[in-house]
């Protein structure tokens, strides 16, 4: 076939094994599969040529070392990958878009937009109360210590993990998160973002879409949460007494 002329030939029964946990990221797969080719299509489309070793393996004479040391069910596709071998092609085209850098393949952006869009757009309204300062009271007070840990998070894994900036069309949340990061005593508080991203990925980007709205659930939660101590604070300030 011309599309697969000049790529690696196929390793077969009298072949050697490549090493199975020396650090590199192998894919191996079978030019014929269709399964595996899906895996294939990803890992280019992404742009991994350099970071996943493509082992093309022969399955008209499969070597013996396939099912017995990498793969018991002796199949293909399957990606070895941080010490871990994994298989199934469609779980894989998902754990390569989700573990791996490149143009994601998964349109969390549409879902995100729609679903983050209305908690968003009430920060905004909360955040043009007062216009004697950028917080939500005007001066930074309780309200604000109460909503940045959540918005925080959101911000950081809604850009990095959906494509979905925030403060893009909300200029007073843009000011107010620019505001904040000028505060030492908030900064001095803030989690490396890439922690965040992380562990995000690592709980939910495996699982099905169905978590992009149990997100989305927690985020109007915590909405309802921050709305309720926003009335506290206000009350508190009538009446000096310390809700929170
Ligand atoms: N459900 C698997 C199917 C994989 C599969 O059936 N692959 C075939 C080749 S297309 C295979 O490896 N068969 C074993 C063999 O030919 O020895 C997936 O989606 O990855």
Redesign the pocket.
């Known amino acids: 076939m011309a599309s697969i002329s000049g790529v690696q030939p196929p390793l077969n029964s009298t072949s050697e094994q490549p090493p199975l946990f020396d650090g590199t990221t192998r894919l191996y797969t ?1 030019y ?5 080719q ?2 294939w299509i990803t890992r280019n489309y992404k742009g991994l040529q350099d970071k996943i070793e493509l082992v093309p393996i022969d ?1 008209s004479n ?1 070597p013996a070392w396939y099912k017995e040391k990498v793969y018991p ?5 399957s990606l070895k990958h941080n010490g871990k071998v994994l ?6 085209i998902k754990y390569v878009d989700a573990n791996f850098e490149g143009t994601p393949l998964f349109p969390n952006h549409h879902p995100a937009k729609k679903e983050f869009g209305p908690a968003s757009d009430f920060l905004e309204n909360a955040l043009g109360k007062f216009d004697d300062g950028p917080f939500f009271l005007g001066q930074f007070s309780l309200v604000d210590i109460a909503y940045i840990p959540f918005v925080e998070r959101f911000h950081i894994v809604l850009a990095e993990v959906f494509k979905h900036d925030i403060t893009e069309g909300r200029p007073k949340l843009a000011t107010w998160i620019e505001e904040l990061n000028k505060i030492g005593a908030y900064t001095q508080t803030r989690v490396d973002p890439q922690i965040i991203v992380d562990k995000f990925k690592e709980r939910h980007m495996n699982s099905d879409l169905i978590l992009i709205f149990l997100f989305a659930t927690w985020l109007k939660l915590v909405h309802f949460y921050c709305a309720a101590s926003t009335v506290k604070v206000e009350l508190q300030q009538t009446s000096s007494e310390i809700f929170l």
Request: glycine share 10%.
């Open positions: 079978s014929s599969c269709p399964y595996a899906r895996v399955l499969k069910e002796g199949k293909v596709p298989g199934e092609s469609l779980d894989l």
